[in-house]
């Protein structure tokens, strides 16, 4: 099993980042998928989440009306597209996948950094 995260960066804040996550290794239009993210001496927090078909996503109140999850079941691929970028934004992101009847994140990525700065 593969997640591979890819998109972060370096960006000025108002600016605005893609990140996309490629899977391999299962059937990824079975699961649930999340982002969650980590900045430096933090715990890992929620982002957003989107179930297996994409007729349903989630977000943390911290990013909602400006974040949005999506989803390629075509290319095994999920993405979240970032606006309105702000410094505490700043973190480690990972994608994570969920078989829809765990209580838990099966599979995590090994994250790709995103810096909101000027």
């Known amino acids: 099993v593969h997640l591979v995260e890819s998109g972060g960066g370096l960006v000025q804040p108002g600016g605005s980042l893609r990140l996309s996550c490629a899977a391999s290794?299962?059937?990824?239009?079975?699961?649930?998928m999340g982002w969650f993210r980590q900045a430096p001496g933090m715990e890992r927090e929620f982002v957003a989440r989107?179930?297996?078909?994409?007729?349903?996503?989630s977000y943390a109140d911290s990013v909602k009306g400006r974040f949005s999850i999506s989803r390629d079941n075509a290319k095994n691929t999920v993405y979240l597209q970032m606006n309105s970028l702000k410094p505490g934004d700043t973190a480690e992101y990972y994608c994570?996948?969920?078989?829809?009847?765990?209580?838990?994140?099966?599979?995590w990525g090994q994250g790709t950094q995103v810096t909101v700065s000027s």
């Open positions: 290794g299962f059937t990824f239009s079975s699961y649930a």
């Open positions: 989107i179930t297996w078909s994409g007729g349903s996503t």
């Open positions: 994570a996948a969920r078989w829809p009847y765990s209580s838990q994140y099966d599979y």
